[in-house]
């Protein structure tokens, strides 16, 4: 159980074209996702915090206009690099909570972006 | 943001040795976390603590919730070539809003 998945595993793209991830939750419902971005050789920087049927909470520095995020159902959560550049280029990671109250986190396989 | 203080850094093992790694926190805790991640793959939950002086072994995997809630150890007995990997702790303060805090860290190579 608890099984989180991620797509597209890996995208390359032009620079300002859009990319959107996509974070499903496989066998469980979650109300709450998670998106991180990690840097070769670096833990995980958290972005944002996806709610169900509302706006995510994104952390100081993260420009939501850039990285925009919809939580349309318990099963799934989309992250959308808009307008992407070179800068973008990142190893993004999901993740679900499992139950609302815990803490614990399972996390997707993550997607390799690279933006040419 | 906050981040844990993970140590070692790094460690390099001949396979059958035991390993420990520790995280360590300048406020109080109330979820401690351990994950294992491979290159290019996400983390892997290994072992979730919730209670001050909490033990919990997960197969050859070992973790303890500090007494002091400030601190959390792992350890793996006998090591494996497959345990080679980032391992990372996380976890969750009083004062904070639900979002995990995490180390930096501990990169284990295992020489069979």
């Known amino acids: 159980g608890a099984v989180v998945s991620q797509h597209p595993s890996r995208v390359i793209c032009k620079s300002g074209t859009s990319v959107k991830i996509e974070c499903r939750s496989l066998d469980f419902q979650a109300t709450t996702m998670f998106w991180y971005r990690q840097f070769p050789k670096q833990s995980l920087m958290l972005m944002a915090t996806?709610?169900?049927?509302?706006?995510?909470?994104?952390e100081q520095g993260v420009e939501k206009d850039k990285f925009l995020i919809n939580h349309a159902s318990l099963t799934l959560s989309t992250l959308t690099v808009t307008s992407a550049h070179p800068e973008d280029s990142s190893f993004y990671i999901c993740s679900a909570r499992l139950v609302k109250g815990s803490e614990t986190q399972y996390f997707g396989p993550g997607t390799r972006l690279l933006v040419l | 943001g906050q981040q844990l203080n993970q140590s070692p850094q790094s460690m390099f093992i001949q396979e059958g040795e035991d390993v420990s790694m520790n995280c360590t926190s300048s406020s109080i805790f109330n979820t401690w976390l351990w994950y294992k991640q491979d290159p290019g793959e996400g983390p892997v939950l290994l072992i979730a603590l919730y209670k001050a002086g909490e033990l919990t072994s997960n197969g050859r995997l070992t973790a303890q919730f500090g007494i002091t809630r400030k601190d959390s150890f792992l350890n793996i007995s006998a090591s494996i070539p497959s345990d080679v990997g980032i391992y990372f702790c996380a976890g969750r303060n009083a004062g904070n809003n639900r979002k995990l805090i995490w180390g930096l860290g501990t990169s284990l190579a295992v020489n069979p």
């Open positions: 996806s709610n169900e049927g509302s706006k995510a909470t994104y």
